[in-house]
């Protein structure tokens, strides 16, 4: 059965044999889109040489580009621990035409490597594609010879991408394997698609047009490129698996996780072990690729799934600081690809353990507090904005580590109420300072609050910005 790193290695083989440039996977904080809070997919890396902007010595790529996405459009962090094929962090598998082959070779490649080199059975398989695109529609039919109801026609955006709201921009073509009818879902365009039945492995996408300011549709002179599938999501089905996190490597880390807590991998913990072992993945890449835990920016969304994390060990019954014990595992499956890692690991390691030492201490009290919070509450109600306000102010609960908590429980959090107390929080930081007659101190400390997530300004003696995020 080939492992992860055997199947990364096929398909980065397959793509130079077929003249691609075996490019690295770039950082996971975009060197060259400031408006990208993580590298989402493949194709980040390349967007000027999509434009035009950047010219390099080689039209065609291959990349398995590390992804996070944990915040701004695309945010699988609520899925992850629910779905059988999210991660926060993943590996995006991708072959990239800078105006070099089109649609009419993209297709073959893609269906070579997978009925061919990864053996997957034909019938196992149906793809999706815009709407008005007969020319890929045509192509499937003559090249992998599906019948048409297995090449939906799908009218909405997700069938057509776009860089932003103005530039390269067309129609796409994704790839569905059916993991059977024993799992509840539909395939792509009904009712049930949401299910994890037909799974979404690779998505092509064929860059034709480029969108202009006042919404019309050019041709392209240079058609491209561009497709991107989730490493563990072929992985999965490759092993035989239904779920993402059945693979050999997130197994290795579930396993870890188990280990480490003295609990059943499989048992009554089982979401914790893999919200724990994604977390583990997100927050190890990102550290190593320069974010440090803050309480702002990028910085906090690496504290929000670290303490996200930190909770889901301390639901097993950790006493001690649990993360840091799990990077060895992580180094092991995955720092012969990603030497990153192996540099990063002590780094990694202490900013872990040095977090979830300060996050335990107030931690617990949380929890209870939350706890006693949902004995009072009737059953079907929201938790007070204000209480969520409290657990995020006082003892450093970011709030979807609250939602997360609560959803267990079938329960959800009054967010506007939550809106509400902050704001109300800022409003009264800045009427304290107004009539101090030191403006332009005021101004920089209330920056510095609103940076810092509007804490309390409670005087010079109490740590604010520390356990307060
Ligand atoms: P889905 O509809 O399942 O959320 P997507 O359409 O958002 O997937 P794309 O943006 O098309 O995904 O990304 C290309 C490929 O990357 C997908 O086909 C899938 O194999 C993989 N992928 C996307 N998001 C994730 C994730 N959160 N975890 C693991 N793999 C992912
Ligand atoms: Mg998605
Ligand atoms: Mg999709
Ligand atoms: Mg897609």
């Known amino acids: 059965m080939p492992s ?64 996070v996405r944990a915040g701004g459009k695309h945010n699988d962090l609520d899925n992850v621990g629910y779905t059988a094929r999210h991660h926060t962090f993943f590996e995006m598998l991708g072959n990239f035409s800078f105006g070099d082959y089109f649609k009419s070779e993209a297709i073959p490649f893609a269906w070579e490597l997978l009925t061919r080199d990864f053996d997957i059975p034909k019938d196992r398989l149906l793809v999706t594609v815009y709407h008005t695109d007969d020319e890929a529609a045509d192509m499937w039919k003559k090249v992998a010879g599906l019948s048409d109801d297995r090449i939906i026609r799908i009218p909405t955006d997700d069938n057509f991408w776009r860089m932003g709201p103005t530039g390269p921009c067309g129609p796409c073509t ?52 561009d497709t991107g599938m989730g490493l563990e999501r072929i992985g999965a089905l490759l092993q035989g698996k239904h779920d993402n996190y059945d693979t050999d490597l997130m197994r290795a880390l579930i396993e870890a996780s188990a280990h480490a807590t003295s609990s059943d991998p499989d048992g009554p913990g089982k979401t914790h072990h893999r919200v724990i072992a994604d977390h583990l993945r997100a927050t190890s890449f990102l550290i190593a690729d320069g974010v440090l835990p803050a309480n702002d920016g990028r910085g906090y969304v690496l504290r929000r799934i670290m303490r996200r994390a930190m909770r889901h060990a301390h639901m097993l019954g950790a006493q001690d600081p649990v993360m840091h014990r799990l990077v060895p595992a992580l180094v092991t499956q995955m ?21 979830e030492t300060r996050f335990r201490q107030t931690l617990d009290r949380g929890l209870k507090l939350l706890d006693a919070e949902m004995t009072d509450l009737s059953d079907d109600a929201d938790l007070p904005g204000a209480t969520a306000f409290k657990l995020y102010d006082t003892f450093g609960f970011p709030l979807d580590l609250t939602q997360d908590a609560l959803r267990e429980r079938g329960r959800k959090v009054d967010v506007d109420g939550f809106d509400a107390a902050m704001a109300d929080q800022k409003a009264r930081a800045r009427a304290a300072w107004s009539g101090s007659g030191e403006a332009a101190d005021a101004t920089i400390w209330l920056d510095l609050a609103d940076r810092m997530g509007g804490t309390e300004f409670l005087g010079y003696k109490t740590e604010t910005a520390e356990g307060q995020v």
């Open 335 to 355: 720092g012969g690809h990603f030497t990153e890692l192996r540099e990063a690991q002590a780094l990694i390691a202490e900013t872990l353990r040095a977090e």
């Open 4 to 67: 992860l790193n055997d199947i990364r290695s096929t398909f980065l083989d397959y793509f130079a044999r077929n003249g691609h440039e075996v490019v690295d996977s770039s950082p996971l904080v975009p060197r060259n889109d400031p408006t990208l809070m993580f590298t989402n997919s493949g194709m980040v890396q390349f967007k000027n040489l999509f434009t035009g902007l950047e010219h390099r010595d080689y039209t065609r790529a291959t990349t398995s580009q590390k992804c």
């Open 174 to 225: 994704e790839i569905f394997f059916d993991h059977g009818p024993e799992i509840w879902g539909g395939p792509p365009g009904s009712p049930e698609e949401d299910g994890d039945r037909f799974i979404e492995i690779w998505n092509l996408v064929f860059m034709q047009n480029e969108q202009h300011d006042d919404g019309s549709l050019t041709e392209l002179p240079n058609q491209s490129i």
